[in-house]
């Protein structure tokens, strides 16, 4: 037992058992902590895939802090950035000041990911977390429009504020808010009603028949892939639908890029590939490159009506987050860094269909999209089975879906190959002891 020792120049030293940290946390901390419960692990250092417990043991890291550590832990580049930024006294934070780390990160984010894709936004700064950009977006489109529904749709998940909340579909969070939460059409999302249903073309419906009670919209949000929801993906064609009907009700389409973004589904921007430009996109987690609380909302130019202070936060001018933003968009200067992640997902991929057809035939398939992926099991428990065997084997992962019924498998995009080798063996291994 470890001991800690009072001190008393008057009485005899007397022993003291320390608290644990784990029992401490638990004792004081709110009972609205979640991620701790199923991983009672107190973690005390990080570098790249790799976390490190009290005792020094070594857990690949398949979840980068729900997709916010897309770069590893500690990235020796972010890393340098960050420390010589300090050192050097540089301003920290500042509202919305104009600063030459502010500038700096505008620069980079519009020369080396808007031009070269050929995108024209402008950058809010909103409060430092992924539901200030969502409620900063549909705020914003409400203002356009001068329209009240917003089209969120099934598995959605936008995060927890109120206007955010009210277009998320998990139950679960929905329940906490203690008020109505209104003036939302609720939609199916691509696939919802299964594979003969066009879900895009049924919205198209619902909203020309003037009988339907489906006023038009402010906007359509959506995830290209849905991660909380369950690891959806939306194809290109059901996505080009929905942004065809969004322009012709004169809505806005709202991509909400917080964890689909940043690299995390192969591209810098989720819908790349897709056909569709966004009229607003909101981006956070991966933005800062560190962990470091930032959150965007990115505007077309014609749609930016905001008076001066009308959306405003203390915390959007986070300097230090955007000096780590900065260094991150380096790697995006370079092609090999997106050919990495391609190589990355074709592993895990392979790897994840093996397990299917070798020890879960019949039981899950594979789910997700390039390192935003995993397994869909058809018994919800078995997720969190097969998670828990991973955790044994020094494997930190994540459940996801609407009865956590998915693995989710999110590597940073850096990983080294050999752990993320190792880590896919956990996996493997911790698959066939539930197929025993």
């Given at each position: 037992?470890?001991?800690?020792?009072?001190?008393?120049?008057?009485s005899?030293?007397?022993?003291?058992?320390?608290?644990?940290?784990?029992?401490?946390?638990?004792?004081?901390?709110?009972?609205?902590?979640?991620y701790?419960?199923?991983?009672?692990?107190?973690?005390?250092?990080?570098?790249?895939?790799c976390?490190?417990?009290?005792?020094?043991?070594c857990?690949?890291?398949?979840?980068?802090?729900?997709?916010?550590?897309?770069?590893?832990?500690?990235?020796?580049?972010?890393?340098?950035?960050?420390?010589?930024?300090?050192?050097?006294?540089?301003?920290?934070?500042?509202?919305?000041?104009?600063?030459?780390?502010?500038?700096?990160?505008?620069?980079?984010?519009?020369?080396?990911?808007?031009?070269?894709?050929?995108?024209?936004?402008r950058?809010?700064?909103?409060?430092?977390?992924?539901?200030?950009?969502?409620?900063?977006?549909?705020?914003?489109?409400?203002?356009?429009?001068?329209?009240r529904?917003?089209?969120?749709?099934?598995?959605?998940?936008?995060?927890?504020?109120?206007?955010?909340?009210?277009?998320?579909?998990?139950?679960?969070?929905?329940?906490a808010?203690?008020?109505?939460?209104?003036?939302?059409?609720?939609?199916?999302?691509?696939?919802?009603?299964?594979?003969?249903?066009?879900?895009?073309?049924?919205?198209?419906?619902?909203?020309?028949?003037?009988?339907?009670?489906?006023?038009?919209?402010?906007?359509?949000?959506?995830?290209?892939?849905?991660?909380?929801?369950?690891?959806?993906?939306?194809?290109?064609?059901?996505?080009?639908?929905?942004a065809?009907?969004?322009?012709?009700?004169?809505?806005l389409?709202?991509?909400?890029?917080?964890?689909?973004?940043?690299?995390?589904?192969?591209?810098?921007?989720?819908?790349?590939?897709?056909?569709?430009?966004?009229?607003?996109?909101?981006?956070?987690?991966?933005?800062?490159?560190?962990?470091?609380?930032?959150?965007?909302?990115?505007?077309?130019?014609?749609?930016?009506?905001?008076?001066?202070?009308?959306?405003?936060?203390?915390?959007?001018?986070?300097?230090?987050?955007?000096?780590?933003?900065?260094?991150?968009?380096?790697?995006?200067?370079?092609?090999?860094?997106?050919?990495?992640?391609?190589?990355?997902?074709?592993?895990?991929?392979?790897?994840?269909?093996?397990?299917?057809?070798q020890?879960?035939?019949?039981?899950a398939?594979?789910?997700?999209?390039?390192?935003?992926?995993?397994?869909?099991?058809?018994?919800?428990?078995?997720?969190?089975?097969?998670?828990?065997?991973?955790?044994?084997?020094?494997?930190?992962?994540?459940?996801?879906g609407?009865?956590?019924?998915?693995?989710?498998?999110?590597?940073?995009?850096?990983?080294?190959?050999?752990?993320?080798?190792?880590?896919?063996?956990?996996?493997?291994?911790?698959?066939?002891?539930?197929?025993?």
């Amino acid at each position: 037992m470890n001991i800690a020792f009072a001190e008393d120049h008057e009485s005899p030293s007397v022993a003291v058992p320390l608290e644990s940290s784990l029992s401490l946390i638990n004792s004081q901390e709110s009972a609205v902590r979640s991620y701790c419960r199923g991983t009672p692990i107190v973690f005390e250092k990080a570098n790249g895939s790799c976390l490190f417990d009290e005792s020094g043991n070594c857990y690949i890291d398949f979840l980068c802090a729900a997709g916010s550590v897309n770069y590893g832990h500690n990235d020796p580049h972010i890393k340098k950035s960050l420390v010589d930024y300090m050192t050097s006294n540089g301003v920290l934070q500042t509202l919305d000041f104009a600063t030459g780390a502010k500038a700096e990160f505008l620069r980079k984010f519009r020369d080396i990911i808007l031009a070269p894709r050929q995108l024209q936004y402008r950058v809010q700064f909103t409060g430092p977390t992924g539901t200030n950009a969502v409620e900063a977006a549909v705020k914003l489109a409400r203002k356009h429009t001068a329209r009240r529904p917003v089209v969120a749709f099934t598995n959605a998940y936008h995060g927890v504020s109120l206007g955010a909340l009210a277009l998320t579909g998990n139950q679960s969070k929905r329940k906490a808010a203690g008020v109505s939460l209104g003036d939302v059409i609720r939609l199916p999302y691509d696939g919802y009603l299964g594979a003969s249903v066009d879900t895009a073309e049924l919205a198209r419906t619902l909203f020309n028949d003037p009988s339907s009670g489906f006023d038009a919209p402010a906007a359509f949000i959506v995830e290209t892939v849905q991660g909380e929801g369950g690891l959806n993906v939306a194809s290109a064609g059901w996505l080009q639908s929905i942004a065809r009907l969004a322009k012709d009700l004169g809505a806005l389409l709202i991509v909400d890029d917080i964890q689909a973004g940043c690299g995390r589904a192969g591209r810098f921007f989720s819908f790349e590939e897709l056909g569709v430009t966004p009229d607003l996109v909101c981006l956070s987690k991966s933005i800062s490159g560190s962990g470091l609380p930032m959150a965007l909302t990115l505007i077309r130019p014609h749609l930016d009506v905001w008076e001066p202070g009308e959306h405003n936060g203390t915390f959007r001018g986070n300097n230090l987050a955007f000096v780590g933003a900065s260094a991150a968009i380096d790697y995006w200067a370079q092609g090999e860094f997106e050919l990495g992640i391609a190589k990355r997902a074709t592993m895990i991929e392979t790897v994840l269909r093996e397990v299917c057809i070798q020890h879960l035939e019949g039981r899950a398939r594979v789910v997700g999209k390039s390192l935003f992926t995993g397994l869909r099991f058809e018994v919800p428990q078995a997720a969190e089975r097969i998670r828990l065997g991973m955790l044994r084997r020094g494997v930190l992962a994540e459940t996801c879906g609407p009865r956590d019924e998915v693995l989710k498998i999110m590597p940073a995009l850096n990983i080294p190959e050999n752990l993320l080798v190792q880590g896919l063996e956990a996996l493997t291994a911790s698959a066939a002891e539930f197929a025993d």
